[in-house]
């Protein structure tokens, strides 16, 4: 009877095993589409998006465009990116931080898709936990020392 539970157990575990590495997706870098952005109304909005392997970094004031620079992105710059921002916990940010105190200021939002992970989180005047840690991220290693804030 020992025997036989042992046994059972064991192929549960195995088949467990199994089936939890079916389900691992595989990153697929044709699937990203990203778009972070910070800014406020008089001041200088930065942003940057992913899309198709390409980095887009657009800076702009009010209406008018001040910069637009773009890159290929790599595969390993994807999964950097996505590792940081589960070390982060941004895929557990709330849809909205809302300052309603506050009308005017710093407006930001985060909508990050890929085949591996989903993102959607915004707000006005109000971050989430590591928020800074993020945007300092964005600025050192995906722009490589351009400004983001």
């Not at 046994?7 to 549960?12: P, V, Y």
């Not at 989430?128 to 300092?136: K, R, S, W, Y």
């Amino acid at each position: 009877m020992k025997s036989q539970f042992l046994k059972s157990s064991s192929i549960l575990i195995i088949c467990l095993f199994l089936l939890s590495c079916n389900n691992t997706k595989k990153l697929d870098l044709n699937s990203v589409n990203a778009n972070f952005y910070i800014g406020g109304l008089f001041g200088t909005s930065y942003i940057v998006t992913i899309k198709n392997q390409q980095l887009t970094y657009l800076t702009r004031r009010g209406n008018k465009k001040l910069k637009e620079q773009k890159q290929t992105i790599s595969i390993d710059d994807i999964r950097l990116l996505e590792n940081k921002l589960l070390e982060l916990g941004a895929n557990q940010w709330r849809k909205k931080y809302i300052n309603s105190h506050v009308s005017d200021g710093t407006h930001w939002g985060i909508k990050y898709t890929s085949s591996t992970l989903h993102i959607n989180s915004q707000g006005s005047n109000l971050y989430p936990d590591n928020f800074e840690a993020l945007t300092q991220y964005i600025s050192q290693t995906l722009l490589k020392g351009k400004t983001f804030q």
